[in-house]
């Protein structure tokens, strides 16, 4: 079982490279996909989503890839910047359960100058 | 606009009392979330309501739990007979529910509550 002060996975890059944070889901049934960025002592603030029907969507400096014959998202940041930094989280919404997210454990983004 | 809002930002109580930890959804949203996110953990979703619709409580721990959702907007999220394993950031979040289309969960800035 889980134990406090569990170490996140994290990330380092330096600023102005591409960050690929990734994430294994859990169910093939999921249809829709979100990612959060949660800096610390704050709620987690929507980045992007996808729906199960897509494979890539584009925002602004940010890109999702979808590829569920592996059940695996992935978070793309162009030109990485130190306010990136942050926990990362990938969700899922299960198709016919109501509109609840499960979310992964986290990713940490630390950016170095 | 307003975003979600939460109160108490923090809480501090003693091991067996109740708790009462309030949510303030964006003007409008339909449906309202609750959920619980231990240190370092990801989230853990508690309870659902959407509308008039009777709320999902499947993600509740335990019947010490409870969330109630007045006028459809307002919503507490009580805890009795508190234990040192409810202490956890509760974040409260809320969407706009279309046309069966469901929209983005917007969150509040959580609550931090310390059971010693």
């Known amino acids: 079982g889980e134990s406090v002060g569990l170490h996140l996975p994290t990330l380092s890059v330096q600023e102005g490279d591409n960050s690929i944070i990734n994430c294994a889901y859990s169910n093939s049934a999921s249809d829709y996909f979100i990612w959060y960025k949660q800096e610390s002592g704050k709620g987690p603030q929507f980045i992007i989503d996808i729906r199960s029907n897509m494979d890539k969507r584009q925002g602004q400096r940010v890109t999702v890839l979808l590829n569920k014959t592996v059940k695996h998202l992935s978070l793309q940041i162009a030109a990485t910047q130190p306010g990136d930094s942050a926990v990362y989280f990938c969700?899922?919404?299960?198709?016919?359960?109501?509109?609840?997210?499960?979310f992964g454990t986290g990713t940490q983004l630390k950016v170095e100058l | 606009g307003a975003g979600v809002s939460q109160s108490p930002s923090n809480k501090v109580t003693e091991k067996g009392k109740d708790v009462e930890l309030r949510c303030d959804p964006i003007?409008?949203?339909?449906?309202l979330y609750w959920y619980r996110q231990s240190l370092g953990q990801g989230l853990e979703f508690l309870i659902y309501f959407q509308g008039n619709s009777a709320p999902d409580k499947s993600g509740l721990p335990s019947d010490r739990f409870s969330a109630e959702r007045t006028g459809g907007s307002v919503s507490t999220l009580t805890i009795q007979r508190t234990q040192q394993e409810d202490s956890a950031v509760y974040l409260c979040?809320?969407?706009?529910?279309?046309?069966?289309?469901?929209?983005?969960?917007?969150f509040g800035p959580g609550t931090r509550l310390t059971v010693l």
């Open positions: 003007s409008g949203h339909t449906a």
């Open positions: 969700a899922e919404r299960l198709t016919g359960g109501g509109n609840k997210l499960t």
């Open positions: 979040a809320s969407s706009l529910v279309s046309q069966g289309r469901t929209d983005t969960q917007y």
